[in-house]
């Protein structure tokens, strides 16, 4: 069974610093992943996915992510926190047959200090 | 832009009640899925349907079913509401083989009962 790991519940930055957010996965074969944002009272929006062509993949508002096989690792990061960047974050992992469902860490919230 | 859209985004409901969610997407996506979001927990799938008339337990289904009737309208239903299905309702689509199970989500319809 494939699962994530979002180590943390929140991470807070300063505006104009790093963000970096953690996600481990583990699965029995190479997998597709994703990177999810809500922002309160939303639904989730895809800011990017992995499916096994660059390993580093660039996404909106600025993230990228880059998968690590070696390290079953799918980080987050942005050079530069932006206010309008706090949010809840989803990693979410799933196999790369058809019809194949997502499984989601439990998030993490990040708060951007002014 | 696919656009997956949810009946309600609030919801008051009393314990006992026969509650119903809808969901429709209008990309003709052949996938869709119920999850519940609830604190400390991430996302949960309750109930995924990869055909009309067609449903798959996820991974709580207990106390909820589901109807697929079009392929465009996938139904959340509590048989009887209880205070422990105060959560946010999720709802996504997806189309499959080509899309690397990217899921498209609703606002969310946020359920209290009490």
């Known amino acids: 069974a494939q699962s994530v790991t979002q180590l943390g519940s929140h991470v807070s930055v300063s505006e104009g610093a790093l963000v970096l957010l953690r996600c481990n996965y583990s699965?029995?074969?190479?997998?597709?992943l994703f990177w999810y944002v809500q922002y309160p009272n939303q639904g989730l929006q895809l800011l990017l996915k992995?499916?096994?062509?660059?390993?580093l993949v660039k996404g909106i508002n600025g993230f990228e992510a880059e998968f690590k096989k070696s390290e079953t690792s799918f980080h987050l990061t942005k050079p530069s926190a932006h206010m309008s960047d706090a949010a809840e974050y989803f990693c979410?992992?799933?196999?790369?047959?058809?019809?194949?469902?997502?499984?989601f860490g439990k998030g993490i919230t990040l708060s951007v200090r002014p | 832009d696919v656009k997956v859209t949810q009946s309600s985004r609030y919801l008051v409901k009393r314990t006992g009640e026969k509650v119903f969610l809808e969901c429709v997407q209008d990309?003709?996506?052949?996938?869709m899925f119920w999850y519940r979001q609830d604190p400390g927990l991430g996302l949960r799938l309750i109930y995924f349907?990869?055909?009309?008339?067609?449903?798959e337990k996820g991974d709580i289904p207990e106390g909820y079913s589901v109807s697929r009737e079009k392929k465009e309208r996938f139904s959340l239903i509590l048989e009887s509401a209880s205070t422990n299905q105060t959560s946010m309702y999720l709802c996504?689509?997806?189309?499959?083989?080509?899309?690397?199970?990217?899921?498209?989500f609703g606002p969310g319809t946020r359920l209290t009962v009490l």
């Open positions: 349907s990869y055909d009309v008339k067609m449903k």
């Open positions: 996504a689509s997806s189309l499959d083989p080509s899309s690397y199970n990217e899921q498209f």
């Open positions: 990309m003709d996506h052949e996938n």
């Open positions: 992995y499916t096994s062509a660059a390993t």
């Open positions: 699965s029995s074969v190479p997998p597709y």
């Open positions: 979410a992992v799933s196999d790369t047959g058809a019809n194949s469902k997502l499984t």
